[in-house]
Each structure stands twice: as structure tokens, then as C-alpha cells.
């Protein structure tokens, strides 16, 4: 009768136990899943003229404007942008420099010939008399990582003329840099292009591929082309740049195709007579332009990064702020840029985020 008893009452127990195995009594909840933003929106900073992106190995690394310094933000997604690591490689005073340039402009990074060059604009502080271009150089696979050491004065020889906005073109086995600049006497910005025997050395003459002509370039003063930017594609270069002064809300931004073979030939490239991107006062973006390029994570989609002002009459300063939108491709092959995408308005994150 004991036994019985004591069977009958492991048997309840082992009951209870597993009916509270079974309605999950005592057990720990299942954390509910934070949904995932599939949308960003812009401005992706508060500030930040003249934005730049370049990638490698899965990171994208982002220059801007700053005016007293050069700093690389690295991420992983540029729709994380605003939560980046800032990284200051060069400034005035710093151990690694043996110069006093101000009014830094305009930083751009590539990766040529197995390291890191920044090209960027500083004078002695005058803000624009004395602007030239100059070069940094790094040997880390990783730009925010290792020592940046300075090239010096990248300049035609013979030449010391103002300079801004240096980028690298590299076509038909061949680098060249490209550039905004004036003739001796001028404050017109027009631009140019020489031949480049490696990262920090010019070699040979100029040539002017552009100058304010068209009446969307001339407003403003001086009257400016300025930051140009290369765009390959399907075997074809174009040269996107920005043109008006920077202080009106009708910078904007235009284009050359390059129709011939030579790129130091001016007659090689033909100049688009209409603006390829302007403001949107209703979105937000006045003054639009000093744009770069990128690839969506996957690779499978074409990004423009630019900055403009949110509202009108903000000028050349710190309220211009990066944005970026996806764009298509034209039948013929040129970029179709579409217009300034609203502020504050959510749009599909790129492919691979």
C-alpha cells in the first residue's frame, strides 16, 4: 500500500513536471527581434562640404571640408555614416608636419600603386589667394591606421598657380590629375588637366578642358568650374564638375564626355550645354554640386554622394551637408543623375546594407 502510494505521487510529480516543460512554465522568453530599417534618410550629417567616398575591403572611407584639418571617417555602411570613427591624419602642427597650410579644402584619398595618397587644398590663410594642391602619402593597407607622411607641392613644373579640387583620372594605361585653377592675373576657375609621372609628380604642361561659358556656370563671382570628379562606365569617362560660385543657390553641377582619344587634348572632350543636376527648392537642396561616386555594398547599383544647403542664401559654409542617391544610366551611356532627392524623406538603403 506504501509502494502504491509513493508510485502514485512520483507519478503526479513527473506529470506536473512535464506539463510546465510543455507550456513553457519557468522557461526564459524568447527575446522579440528589433525590426531592421531597410530606409535612411538625408542629410547624412549636419555638415560636411565637398563630400568624398572611395572603398576597399568591405569599408568605405569618407573626406570632407573641414578647414583646418584632413580626417577620414571609416564604415562599414554609408547609411552609418553619422555613427563613423573620425580619424584626423594630417593638421598644422602636427608631429608628422613640417608645414603651416590653412583653408583646407576639398580632401580627396585614392589608392594607387599599392598605397594611400590624399590630395587636398591649403594655403597660407588668406582663404583663397594662396590656395595650391599638395599630397599625403601612406603605406597602411588601412588609411586611418600607419603614418601619413607629406609628398609636398603637387604643381606643374614652372608653374605656381592657385590650384583646388585635385582628383585622379587613370585612362589608357596612363594617370593624369585634374584640377581647378586660373590663368596668371584671372580669378576665373576653369579646369585642367596634365599627365602624371607617379602620385605626386606632374609632368609636362597643362591643358583646359573647361571654363565658365554657359549661362547656369556664370553666376556668382568669380565665375567658377570647379571640383571635377571622373565617372567610368560601359567603357565610357565623363568628367561631372560643378559649376557657379558656391555662394549662390544655383551651383550646380555639369558634365564632359570624353569623344576622342587623348585626354590632354581639349578637343578630346565634349561639353554638355545643359546642367546634369540643380537645386530642388521643395526638397531642400539648394546650391547641389562637389559630388563623388560609389558602389552600393553588393556592387550592384551606382551612388552620388554631393552636398547642398537645406535652405536658400546658406552660401559656401559649414550648412552644407552630404547626401547620397542611387542613379540610373542614360541610353547613350552618360549618367542620369535625376534631381535632388528631398531632406528628411526615407528611401531605400543601398543594395547589400
Same mark, same amino acid.
Given at each position: 500500500?506504501?509502494?502504491?502510494? =509513493?508510485?502514485?505521487?512520483?507519478?503526479?510529480?513527473?506529470?506536473?513536471?512535464?506539463?510546465?516543460?510543455?507550456?513553457?512554465?519557468?522557461?526564459?522568453?524568447?527575446?522579440?527581434?528589433?525590426?531592421?530599417?531597410?530606409?535612411?534618410?538625408?542629410?547624412?550629417?549636419?555638415?560636411?562640404?565637398?563630400?568624398?567616398?572611395?572603398?576597399?575591403?568591405?569599408?568605405?572611407?569618407?573626406?570632407?571640408?573641414?578647414?583646418?584639418?584632413?580626417?577620414?571617417?571609416?564604415?562599414?555602411?554609408?547609411?552609418?555614416?553619422?555613427?563613423?570613427?573620425?580619424?584626423?591624419?594630417?593638421?598644422?602642427?602636427?608631429?608628422?608636419?613640417?608645414?603651416?597650410?590653412?583653408?583646407?579644402?576639398?580632401?580627396?584619398?585614392?589608392?594607387?600603386?599599392?598605397?594611400?595618397?590624399?590630395?587636398?587644398?591649403?594655403?597660407?590663410?588668406?582663404?583663397?589667394?594662396?590656395?595650391?594642391?599638395?599630397?599625403?602619402?601612406?603605406?597602411?593597407?588601412?588609411?586611418?591606421?600607419?603614418?601619413?607622411?607629406?609628398?609636398?607641392?603637387?604643381?606643374?613644373?614652372?608653374?605656381?598657380?592657385?590650384?583646388?579640387?585635385?582628383?585622379?583620372?587613370?585612362?589608357?594605361?596612363?594617370?593624369?590629375?585634374?584640377?581647378?585653377?586660373?590663368?596668371?592675373?584671372?580669378?576665373?576657375?576653369?579646369?585642367?588637366?596634365?599627365?602624371?609621372?607617379?602620385?605626386?609628380? =606632374?609632368?609636362?604642361?597643362?591643358?583646359?578642358?573647361?571654363?565658365?561659358?554657359?549661362?547656369?556656370?556664370?553666376?556668382?563671382?568669380?565665375?567658377?568650374?570647379?571640383?571635377?570628379?571622373?565617372?567610368?562606365?560601359?567603357?565610357?569617362?565623363?568628367?561631372?564638375?560643378?559649376?557657379?560660385?558656391?555662394?549662390?543657390?544655383?551651383?550646380?553641377?555639369?558634365?564632359?564626355?570624353?569623344?576622342?582619344?587623348?585626354?590632354?587634348?581639349?578637343?578630346?572632350?565634349?561639353?554638355?550645354?545643359?546642367?546634369?543636376?540643380?537645386?530642388?527648392?521643395?526638397?531642400?537642396?539648394?546650391?547641389?554640386?562637389?559630388?563623388?561616386?560609389?558602389?552600393?555594398?553588393?556592387?550592384?547599383?551606382?551612388?552620388?554622394?554631393?552636398?547642398?544647403?537645406?535652405?536658400?542664401?546658406?552660401?559656401?559654409?559649414?550648412?552644407?551637408?552630404?547626401?547620397?542617391?542611387?542613379?540610373?544610366?542614360?541610353?547613350?551611356?552618360?549618367?542620369?543623375?535625376?534631381?535632388?532627392?528631398?531632406?528628411?524623406?526615407?528611401?531605400?538603403?543601398?543594395?547589400?546594407?
Amino acid at each position: 500500500m506504501k509502494k502504491s502510494l =509513493l508510485y502514485l505521487l512520483l507519478g503526479l510529480g513527473l506529470a506536473t513536471c512535464q506539463k510546465n516543460v510543455a507550456t513553457g512554465s519557468g522557461a526564459t522568453p524568447t527575446p522579440t527581434p528589433t525590426p531592421v530599417s531597410t530606409t535612411f534618410m538625408n542629410p547624412l550629417l549636419t555638415t560636411g562640404p565637398d563630400p568624398w567616398v572611395v572603398q576597399k575591403d568591405g569599408f568605405y572611407y569618407f573626406l570632407s571640408t573641414t578647414g583646418g584639418d584632413v580626417r577620414i571617417l571609416k564604415t562599414a555602411k554609408m547609411t552609418e555614416l553619422n555613427g563613423a570613427p573620425s580619424t584626423t591624419i594630417w593638421r598644422p602642427g602636427l608631429a608628422t608636419s613640417s608645414n603651416s597650410k590653412y583653408d583646407v579644402w576639398a580632401p580627396e584619398l585614392h589608392y594607387l600603386d599599392g598605397k594611400w595618397y590624399v590630395y587636398y587644398t591649403a594655403g597660407p590663410g588668406n582663404c583663397c589667394g594662396g590656395q595650391r594642391l599638395w599630397v599625403l602619402e601612406n603605406a597602411s593597407a588601412d588609411p586611418t591606421q600607419g603614418t601619413w607622411t607629406e609628398k609636398g607641392q603637387i604643381a606643374v613644373p614652372g608653374q605656381d598657380l592657385w590650384a583646388i579640387d585635385g582628383t585622379v583620372l587613370e585612362q589608357g594605361g596612363k594617370r593624369y590629375l585634374l584640377w581647378s585653377g586660373q590663368e596668371a592675373g584671372s580669378d576665373q576657375q576653369n579646369l585642367y588637366i596634365a599627365q602624371m609621372s607617379n602620385p605626386w609628380t =606632374l609632368t609636362g604642361t597643362r591643358t583646359q578642358l573647361s571654363h565658365p561659358e554657359y549661362a547656369w556656370e556664370l553666376n556668382g563671382f568669380p565665375k567658377v568650374n570647379e571640383g571635377p570628379e571622373v565617372l567610368q562606365h560601359n567603357g565610357q569617362t565623363f568628367i561631372i564638375y560643378s559649376a557657379s560660385h558656391c555662394s549662390t543657390d544655383d551651383y550646380a553641377l555639369g558634365q564632359l564626355k570624353l569623344t576622342g582619344t587623348d585626354p590632354l587634348a581639349a578637343g578630346a572632350w565634349t561639353k554638355s550645354a545643359t546642367p546634369v543636376f540643380v537645386k530642388n527648392p521643395a526638397g531642400g537642396a539648394y546650391g547641389p554640386g562637389h559630388n563623388g561616386f560609389f558602389k552600393s555594398k553588393d556592387g550592384s547599383e551606382d551612388w552620388l554622394i554631393y552636398h547642398a544647403n537645406n535652405q536658400a542664401g546658406q552660401g559656401c559654409g559649414n550648412a552644407r551637408n552630404p547626401r547620397m542617391q542611387k542613379f540610373t544610366w542614360n541610353t547613350d551611356g552618360s549618367p542620369n543623375f535625376g534631381a535632388p532627392v528631398g531632406i528628411n524623406v526615407p528611401l531605400a538603403k543601398p543594395a547589400g546594407e
